[in-house]
């Protein structure tokens, strides 16, 4: 990038862990990749000045602001970055696009289907001048980045299954205070839309297609939690007072791909031992390939027309300069961390932006994937009915025109959802297990 690049004002609100790293990508995007706009840290938004100020100094923000309204009617900002806890999402990018103001959202874009159709409706309005992406980063990790482009080339042939997961450990503890993440007026939902939205959108992304159909279980294990005294990430301290939690813990779900595939999905923060075990793995017709970001620098990829006495998962180091992204950083074995993928977000985002071109995922995608976890809680709620994404109600295992139909029950069976006697009913719990109001801490972004 020259300083002869025209410049881009960016106001980010928000700055805990989104903020943080969002900052990061900010900062060095621009001194390892030759951008066509220069990137400026223009202005930081967050409740309390002296707080702000203090966050602004510590990231490389020029400026401060109290009220996110304020960088809407500032000339000297062209791209709003919200990095706030989903129930203001919906408001602010309203707000931005109104305004002018390109928009990078976190994702799950919104709390409801609602709001998310409202906004990808004002995003499609306020272009092509004005731009909205949502910040589905893993979709800029090279070995993603490679698996999508092995299954467009048809080396895995045509897709047969899929399996996700994504799975944390940072909820087992019972013990573990409370944060806006446990709120679902806050957050919209627990385990489904803070990191199954993640496995949605990598199952769209890497094969192309999307989730038409769910049937799905929710779980919430553990109903309270200490109310935290302090908070940093995903960590806090908690005191004597307790809060009810009001998300689920767990979600888990079979859904159908367009072509008729299934796909399995697993989302939970309770899994022992598991960080950030983001797992995608795709079988088709002639070959199969694997992922899982706590091995981030390496793609598992088997061609099933090799010959069966050697034959094998091949383990792709992707670190060479001709994988996506990588020839801007180190030399060929020399891996790349978590905060490298929004490096590459930013360089995606500012080229789409110079070049007049609608940066992806964008607002239609966040859509998408809204739709699917909605059909999740619906089906759940339902117990566990086959749901269709498309806003229907639940319906009794309709599949795509032309799917193959290879777990057809007998002729009458009942496609309820039903559990053995005694089972417990994941989609509706005992009055008052995660209904009541919510007593999470606010924070100053996600």
């Known amino acids: 990038m020259t300083h002869a690049a025209p410049r881009l004002g960016v106001a980010m609100i928000g700055y805990a862990f989104m903020g943080r790293a969002h900052s990061q990508a900010w900062r060095t995007a621009p001194r390892f990749f030759d951008l066509p706009l220069r990137p400026e840290m223009t202005v930081l938004v967050g409740r309390t000045e002296a707080a702000a100020a203090e966050a602004a100094d510590r990231l490389g923000w020029a400026g401060v602001e109290t009220d996110w309204r304020r960088v809407l009617e500032r000339d000297d900002v062209d791209l709003v970055d919200v990095c706030t806890p989903g129930d203001t999402h919906a408001e602010i990018a309203l707000a931005a696009l109104e305004a002018g103001k390109h928009v990078l959202m976190e994702k799950p874009m919104a709390n409801t289907l609602a709001e998310a159709e409202a906004m990808a409706g004002a995003a499609r309005t306020a272009a092509p001048a004005t731009r909205a992406m949502v910040g589905f980063t893993y979709r800029r990790v090279p070995a993603v ?7 467009a080339d048809g080396r895995v042939g045509e897709v047969r299954q899929v399996r996700a997961q994504y799975l944390q450990d940072w909820l087992a503890d019972p013990d573990a205070p409370l944060s806006w993440r446990l709120d679902k007026a806050k957050a919209g939902s627990g385990a489904l839309g803070d990191i199954g939205a993640h496995i949605v959108d990598l199952t769209h992304f890497i094969t192309g297609q999307q989730v038409v159909g769910v049937s799905a279980m929710l779980d919430t294990f553990v109903t309270e939690r200490p109310v935290a005294t302090s908070f940093a990430g995903l960590h806090g301290t908690g005191g004597a007072e307790r809060g009810p939690v009001t998300v689920d813990d767990a979600a888990v779900f079979l859904g159908r791909l367009a072509s008729g595939a299934p796909a399995t999905f697993e989302a939970t923060r309770f899994a022992w031992g598991r960080k950030n075990a983001i797992r995608v793995e795709v079988t088709g017709t002639r070959g199969a390939l694997a992922f899982d970001f706590e ?15 050697t034959a094998g998962f091949r383990r792709i180091l992707v670190t060479e300069p001709s994988h996506p992204y990588m020839a801007s950083w180190w030399p060929a074995g020399h891996g790349l961390g978590y905060e490298h993928a929004f490096s590459h977000q930013v360089v995606d985002l500012v080229g789409a932006l110079a070049a007049g071109e609608q940066p992806t995922p964008s607002f239609d995608d966040g859509l998408a994937v809204q739709r699917v976890l909605d059909a999740v809680e619906r089906s759940a709620a339902a117990g566990s009915t086959y749901t269709s994404v498309d806003g229907g109600d639940a319906v009794t295992g309709d599949r795509p025109a032309g799917a193959a139909v290879t777990g057809d029950r007998p002729a009458g069976a009942a496609v309820t959802g039903d559990r053995p006697a005694g089972a417990v009913d994941t989609g509706a719990r005992p009055a008052g297990a995660t209904t009541r109001p919510g007593t999470s801490l606010s924070s100053e972004g996600a």
């Open 295 to 309: 091995d981030m620098n390496v793609l598992n990829f088997f061609d099933a027309a090799e010959d069966d006495r």
């Open 145 to 151: 980045q490679l698996a999508r482009q092995l299954v």
